[in-house]
């Protein structure tokens, strides 16, 4: 890669050092159907089993994930498209004028990770669904570790096949998930009916019952209230909309309020597909197998494969590899490109290759996957404050006293407020978390005000004139 | 709306009805699943001879998402 070129190849592949033309600005069916795809993935199958895990109640999970997704559909339209309509360009560039290149690196480094990770939770439920023909025990929620040597050889081989189709690039990937993403929502919805059916729903008040007052957790997992739901359905796509990475797609609406379509992204992926998976895992621990379990104390497995098997069929075990690999495609080939940033002399295709190889290592063990909850608020926790610098260096600086896009205007490629902001505020609310048992999604918010404020103060102190 | 076009959507029909058609006990499993299973491989066989052409959204990626 040349010195001048963008630090980071980011996600797209036009205007990413300068505004997007008006020529280029599209209406917001360009982006109602991208949401409504894009969060309809492999990771959907595991979240909606494990809130039952937690024990919610019907009102905590219905009423609860409404009011989540509600706050993040108003996050997306009114800060992320709001700036994003504003400055129209990529989030990498707009973090580059603020921090300085090395710190946009940084960043990067930790997204590359973090991508990898999920990219190993999206494989591990591909797992659950290829490892059926080959009777396959299934990872236990408490599971941590490989279960056996059946489990290493089919993770390994899911891995390879989407490193490999990664490296090549996701373009033939991207069409097929085009393809794939009408009909994988139907098919979460046809979970849904059959398991339904197989819980004998006859009317709403049988519905509302399946959940009820809630339950005590299973074993090994946290109790999830009303509130729990709320914060953790609003912030586990946090590092999209406060964190600003949707920017990048943003840039393109002709206006605003295109950000409302995120709606259809929320309420068909985070809404239906959970309360669908949720409903699936719900039979399940009805059946004999897992009662036992659960009588002797034991949690029993959330294995997206065998569910959806049992409920339709081979269509739900298709949808599953298919919902796993398309997801983990583009978020291998992404994690890629962030370390590609670090070592810009390794080729594209052997970064993601390297990404997809730490990926695979993930997907073999299961506590990935089984505790996606804590990692998914750990993604948005980590990465949702660099958000508040962009949101208060656009609204606030001004009124602060100090220079907006303060790295490019100065020559600089390290802003150091940016720093200091980001990581008092991780280390102190993830210590209050850690050693105060807070859960850690209440924490988002607090993080990101305090890392935007914080920026403020540090660089009223620290910027010098330009 | 070329006959293609046509047979894709009936698939997606079909995989949006056999659930609640077995849901209503007009259905039995097998049926439902069968149902399913051929929705699925036509809506394949055909959608992927039109969807992607003709859309300039491609360009416009998310991150990864939840």
Known sequence: MPPEAPVIPAEVHEYEREPVPASQWKGWKSFLGMYAGEHAAGTEFMIGPLFLTAGVSAFDLLVGLFLGNLLAVLCWRYLTAAIATDVRLTLYYQLEKICGRRLVTAYNLANGILFCFLAGAMITVSATAVGIPFDMEMPKLTDTTPNGATWIIVVVAIGAVISVIAARGYDTVSKFANIASPWMVLIFLACGVVALKGLRVASFADFWNIFGEGREPFPGQIKYTFWHVVMWSWFCNAAMHIGMSDLSVFRYAKNASSGWTTAAGMYVGHYLAWICACLLYALYIRSGDAQAMLAAGQAPPVAPGPMTYEAVGVAGLICVVVAGWTTANPTIYRAGLAFQAIAPKLSTARVTMIAGAVATVAGLFPAFAMQLLDFVAVYGFILAPIGAIIVFDHYFANGAGIVQNYAEKAGINFNVSVLLAWLISMAVFYSISAFGGVFLSFLTLPAWISCGALYLVFSRMLQKRV | ?66
């Open chain 2, 1 to 66: 709306m070329s006959i293609v076009k046509i047979i894709s959507y009936l698939c997606l029909l079909v995989v949006l009805l056999a659930p609640i058609l077995f849901f209503a006990d007009v259905l039995t499993d097998s049926q439902m699943r069968i149902a399913l299973l051929g929705g699925t491989v036509v809506w394949f066989a055909t959608a992927s001879t039109w969807i992607n052409k003709g859309d300039n959204d491609s360009e416009i990626e998310t991150e990864s998402a939840i």
